[in-house]
């Protein structure tokens, strides 16, 4: 059997090379790389056997579970596509979805399932439903399966797979600024762009064959790692799936909430070495908790901390490492367009959340969709190379963000960055959220970091207000920590300490809790809609 860089066909390179190694942990719930592997293998047949076909979209609505994994590998072994889909989702919400995505099949936690058939009429294209979980006394869509009746009837074996490189997978973007978008990406791609290549746990160069991962992955270190994110986040899919074709164990949380806590047991219980958080949000109370009960958990074993898709604040990071003095810190930024772009750390002087060394794969474009070189110079950061295609069925939209300059198509992540003196990209910050204040471009991560110094903080947005004078003003929409008072005068004097005055807010809303997706990102739509419903303090 010729082998593609399809990733069910990495997957099984992985598992013939260390079948007996943990490959996921899901509290109870534990498989080998043997067990996932077959597993998939049987849903994957099944699946075929009722229709499923290459280039058709199958739906995950899952919490966290070995189904989720189980289903997305599933859909690569037959070339259908999977998709994440948000289980926050309401009927509205998921009914432009299943119909944008032209859905045809659809795994989903019985949870979901009054939703579900509420929906599903309503979905042309939508021919499958597979219930995971028990159905008894809730409302199910006419037809629907049960997820492991149907698993166990598949074969052991799949012939005529027919993958390919550019069989695609769906990332559906988290529409906290807009709807929600499907991103494909071919298997390869997302490979070379998003996964490392391969090679990235061992210092190697991205492989050339799939076969090269049977040489290395038996001899490298055994594993742990564990993402905050949900799964259907697609930072914390992308870092598991690193982890997977590393041969190592993935572990994700097993409640349907992030409790600090829990995530500190999950890390002892498992034996987790590598962690990663989406900023702030997730990091403030994983060092509460720490600073709350010194001692109670043997951390010993834990190596990295790793943090993308959001602002990790420089002090948060501190006092960790006062608490966890032998751990490595990453920091990595990445989007659903783009992949990840890479790591870095935050400039010492000026604004800016990240500085990225340069490559030839990297530019800054500016608005007239010139690249950029000049130091000082400033533009949307954007990658060349191994990307996406495109937004499933939006031509516009796809038009928009992926551009061809000079010859070459290159994908414009919707981050500001500029150039700095020493040639190296300082992204500044999500466009989209840039606030223009009297002609002053602020932009709402630096004042967040800022404003979470103040103690009786405990989670912020920021936003830009309309206002008559400067055409908009900085307006922060904060949740007050348990037990603090929220002063507005400490607080806008810590944040002139460490902001210029025009990007200190003008306003302040407080908010019984701050609205974020379940992978921790920030929910603007809801915080500008919030503010201007809300009297200022």
Not at 352 to 376: E, F, H, N, Q, T
Request: negative net charge.
């Amino acid at each position: 059997m010729t082998r593609t860089f399809n990733l069910a066909d990495l997957l099984e390179v992985v598992a013939g090379a260390v079948p007996e190694r943990t490959a996921f942990v899901c509290g109870a719930q534990r498989l080998s790389y043997r067990e996932l592997d077959e597993r998939a293998t049987r849903l994957a047949s099944a699946l075929r056997a009722r229709g499923v076909r290459r280039g058709h979209n199958v739906g995950i609505q899952l919490y966290n579970s070995a189904e989720y994994l189980e289903t997305f590998l599933a859909c690569c072994k037959i070339g259908a596509a999977p998709a994440n889909i948000n289980y926050r989702y309401v009927a509205g919400e998921l009914e432009y979805l299943f119909t944008t995505l032209d859905l045809h099949t659809l795994v989903f936690g019985a949870e979901f399932g009054a939703e579900v058939a509420a929906v599903a009429p309503r979905a042309p294209t939508l021919k499958l439903l597979l219930r995971v979980g028990p159905g008894a006394g809730r409302a199910d869509a006419a037809g629907c399966e049960d997820y492991e009746s149907v698993l166990a009837s598949g074969a052991a074996t799949l012939d005529d797979a027919g993958r390919s490189d550019n069989d695609v997978y769906l990332l559906c973007t988290g529409g906290t600024t807009g709807m929600p978008k499907g991103v494909i990406w071919p298997h390869k791609s997302l490979l070379m762009a998003a996964l490392g290549g391969g090679g990235i746990y061992f210092g190697r160069p991205p492989i050339q064959t799939p076969e090269e991962l049977a040489e290395f992955v038996p001899h490298g270190p055994a594993l742990t790692y564990l993402a905050l994110a949900p799964m259907m986040h697609g930072a914390a899919m992308w870092a598991s799936l690193i982890s997977l074709l590393a041969g190592h164990t993935v572990a994700v949380n097993d409640q349907h909430h992030f409790d600090a806590e829990h995530v500190w047991d999950i890390v002892v219980r498992d034996g987790v070495n590598i962690l990663s958080i989406v900023g702030d949000a997730m990091a403030l109370p994983l060092i509460q908790a720490l600073e709350a009960h010194p001692g109670r958990w043997d951390l010993s074993r834990v190596r990295v901390f790793g943090n993308g898709g959001a602002m990790f604040s420089r002090h948060l990071q501190d006092r960790l490492k006062a608490l966890l003095p032998k751990i490595a810190i990453s920091n990595g930024m990445g989007s659903s367009e783009a992949g990840l772009v890479g790591g870095g750390d935050k400039p010492v002087e000026g604004s800016g959340l990240i500085r990225i060394a340069p490559r030839p794969d990297l530019a800054v474009i500016d608005d007239a969709l010139r690249i950029v070189s000049i130091p000082g110079a400033e533009g949307t950061l954007a990658r060349t190379g191994y990307t996406p295609v495109g937004y499933y069925g939006d031509a516009t939209k796809t038009a928009e963000t992926f551009v061809t300059v000079d010859g070459r198509l290159w994908a414009l992540t919707g981050d500001r960055a500029r150039i700095d003196a020493s040639g190296d990209i300082v992204v500044l910050g999500r466009g989209s959220q840039c606030i223009n204040t009297g002609g002053e471009k602020v932009f709402p991560e630096e004042v967040e970091e800022a404003a979470r110094r103040y103690g009786a903080v405990a989670d912020v947005l920021v936003v830009g207000l309309p206002d008559e004078r400067w055409g908009q003003k900085v307006a922060a929409v904060v949740e007050v920590a348990a037990g603090q008072r929220f002063e507005t005068a400490e607080f806008d004097r810590i944040c002139r300490e460490h902001l210029s005055g025009y990007k200190v807010p003008k306003v302040v809303f407080l908010a019984q809790r701050v609205q974020r997706s379940p992978a921790g990102k920030a929910d603007y739509r809801w915080a500008r809609d919030y503010a201007g419903s809300q009297p200022a303090v």
